[in-house]
């Protein structure tokens, strides 16, 4: 077979005990999770030859391999923040299909939650003060404030509402109510979203994403082996990446985000566009992230992402566009960098694993296709990965 020409399917996908987990630590979650995504493929762990992996230790792949005992001969520790699993899984097809690697582990755990319980951390994030980043840290340009302004922008822009921001947390709630999986499954409303306390301007408490603890695990695989797996492949149909800015003051324009050349590359390399797709998961640590995410993937135009999530359209059961169908970083779980959890989910839906959240194509059907686009940083970095079941 000439290279670059293997179909890549993702074979195995799993999360580990997530929410509240107070005795795991994080490479125990990542080895949960690995686990538990090779018996969901049904392949051995002998079989793995590749890994990906970052956000733990000092040589975070090297590591996280040796406690898996892994010994691959191809790795990944690409860093872009929450769009870090899209862009792997992108490099990871892109090995595969080349002939680099025949079967690649991606896995991710973390324990924010309990370790500001145990006060192993605090509660403040902070990138550092070096580099670009000096010129904003001294004003207190906190990671929040950076979201909050792109926000505002829009609003002041396109007439966006913080009512339309809103539904974006209710609906994902809605979804997650149906995820048993979820940290977070009471019904919430609009004035429940408007009425807490404020964190940054515009955004509530509810406008934010959740701090859990949790892990997760994919397992790509060359087209070959995918009769040996347990489970039907979902194929990497396209995907996309791209870095846009590090400080603020380098952003062109605070209403788009990087997923508007990510999710144009994705659809074009998979041959379809945002029109055909059956559902959506999209990296959410703040409402408008998910709205401004859906205008760039091309959901809708620009500026009228506000009046597109209302009326419901993004619920799992119902709506038009079902979007963070597990109730997304804002009621499921948010350990940290949550892309892979987009992926995981994905996955699920098309295999129709997905419970009283599963989604149906507009005959009925199980759906055909779908799109992860995982954001980093504050808008800095994009992955989209499309993705599509036989």
């Known amino acids: 077979m000439a290279a670059g020409s293997r179909k890549v399917a993702v074979v195995g996908a799993a999360l580990s005990d997530c929410g509240r987990v107070d005795e795991a630590t994080p490479y125990a979650l990542h080895a949960q999770a690995a686990r538990r995504a090779l018996a969901d493929a049904g392949l051995e ?26 010994h691959p001969t191809w790795v990944d520790s690409t860093s872009v923040g929450g ?19 025949d079967a690649v582990l991606l896995a991710y755990g973390s324990t924010p939650r309990a370790d500001i319980r ?13 580099g670009p980043l000096q010129f904003e840290v ?56 408007l009425s807490g306390p404020m964190i940054a301007d515009p955004f509530t408490k509810l406008h934010c994403c959740l701090r859990s603890d949790g892990g997760a695990a994919l397992l790509l ?20 990446e791209h870095v846009s800015h590090a400080s603020m003051s380098e952003w062109d324009d605070f209403t788009v985000s990087p997923a508007a050349v990510s999710g144009r590359l ?20 703040f409402t408008y992230m ?40 804002l009621s499921a779980q948010h350990p940290g960098m949550r892309g892979l959890f ?8 098309l295999r129709g694993e997905a419970g009283a959240r599963q989604v149906r194509a507009a005959d009925g059907g199980l759906p055909r296709l779908g799109v992860a686009s995982g954001t980093g940083g504050w808008f800095c970095s994009s992955g989209t990965v499309v993705l599509g079941r036989d």
């Open 266 to 285: 994705a659809f074009e390399r998979a041959g379809a566009g945002p029109q055909e797709m059956d559902f959506a998961e999209i990296y959410d640590a």
């Open 83 to 101: 769009a870090t699993w899209e862009v792997m899984a992108a490099h990871a097809a892109d090995a595969i299909a080349a002939g680099h690697a």
């Open 290 to 329: 998910t709205l401004v995410t859906l205008e760039d993937l091309g959901f809708c135009e620009k500026g009228e992402g506000g009046a597109f999530v209302e009326k419901g359209r993004l619920r799992a059961v119902g709506g038009e566009l079902p979007v963070n169908t597990d109730g997304g970083g």
């Open 221 to 240: 695989a060359a087209e070959e082996y995918a009769p040996d797996c347990r489970t039907a492949p979902v194929w990497i149909l396209g995907t996309g």
């Open 138 to 193: 001294p004003y207190g340009h906190t990671l929040i404030a950076k979201y909050a302004m792109a926000a505002r922008r829009h609003m002041l822009q396109y007439g966006t509402t913080i009512e339309q921001l809103a539904e974006v947390a209710v609906q994902a709630r809605a979804n997650a109510a149906m995820n048993p999986e979820a940290m977070f499954r009471d019904p919430i409303t609009v004035d429940d979203v």
């Open 118 to 130: 145990a006060g192993r951390r605090t509660g403040t994030f902070a990138f550092g003060g070096r």
């Open 342 to 349: 987009l992926l995981v989910e994905a996955v699920r839906q």
């Open 45 to 70: 762990r002998s079989r793995v030859d590749g890994f990906a992996s970052a956000g733990l230790g000092t040589l975070a792949p090297v590591e996280l391999a040796d406690y898996l005992g892994l």
